[in-house]
């Protein structure tokens, strides 16, 4: 069964025993938050959203350590392979097969922190589980495609507002993606996006029909 890990702010690693590990936006260094040291991360995958500090954070470091590709927009992929790493470049709205399931990048509203690039979300399918990380992003309608076109067991949403989504939208965005269960993050770094997750929970099982689950950094879930 698949575990999906916080690793604190907007860094999650998906794995199972046996089988390729995913980290998504690893922020280690001089995260407040991160359970992990850089030495203690193994993984297979790199994805990375977009290119601020806070998400692109230590992909390069990390991707060297493992030997591991960096799955990304084709900015970030350039910038990644200049440095000698292994990559693999994509685009809005494209889908890609690898050894675990596919990667499918969608839209996300929200700078890309690299020249003449896009911030991205990802649809991610796993051995057969399917799950959403929105990255950074506002609220959008074209939400509810994300939800018609996959059916997701689990979705990641930032909640922390000024920079993302709040909480408000990010429980109609639940409502959009109709997802099995939600598991929210971007929130309480720092003051600026501090945020209750249990009311985010709260609000989300009550206004939609999916389970909401608060991981505590360095927490996991099987789903």
């Known amino acids: 069964m698949p575990e999906i890990t916080f690793l604190g702010h907007a860094a999650f ?8 590990t995913l ?24 994805l990375v959203s977009h290119g601020h500090f806070d998400h692109l954070g230590d992909a390069y470091e990390i991707a060297r350590m493992n030997g591991a590709t960096i799955i990304s927009t084709a900015e970030i992929a350039g910038q990644a392979g200049e440095k000698g790493l292994h990559t693999h ?24 922190g690299v020249p003449g690039g896009h911030a991205c979300g990802f649809v991610v399918e796993y051995y057969g589980k399917k799950f959403y990380f929105a990255g950074d ?22 909640i922390g507002d000024n920079f993302t989504m709040g909480i408000d939208d990010a429980v109609v965005a639940a409502s959009f ?4 269960t939600v598991i929210p993050y971007h929130y309480n770094t720092w003051p ?31 789903f």
């Open 192 to 222: 600026l996006i501090e945020a209750d997750p249990e009311e985010f929970k709260r609000k989300v099982e009550k206004k939609t029909g999916s389970k909401c689950v608060v991981l505590p950094p360095g927490s996991c879930y099987k």
């Open 23 to 46: 980290l998504f936006d690893p922020f280690v260094t001089n995260n407040p938050l991160a359970p992990l040291k850089l030495e203690e991360i193994k993984t297979d995958y790199i």
């Open 89 to 112: 470049a994509q685009h809005l709205g494209g889908r890609h097969s690898f050894p675990f399931g596919s990667v499918k990048l969608t839209l996300a509203f929200h700078g890309a």
């Open 137 to 158: 992003t506002a609220l959008f309608g074209d939400m509810k495609l994300i939800g018609e076109l996959d059916a997701l067991d689990l979705a990641l949403l930032p």
């Open 13 to 20: 690693k998906l794995g199972e025993e046996g089988k390729e």
């Open 177 to 180: 993606l109709k997802a099995k």
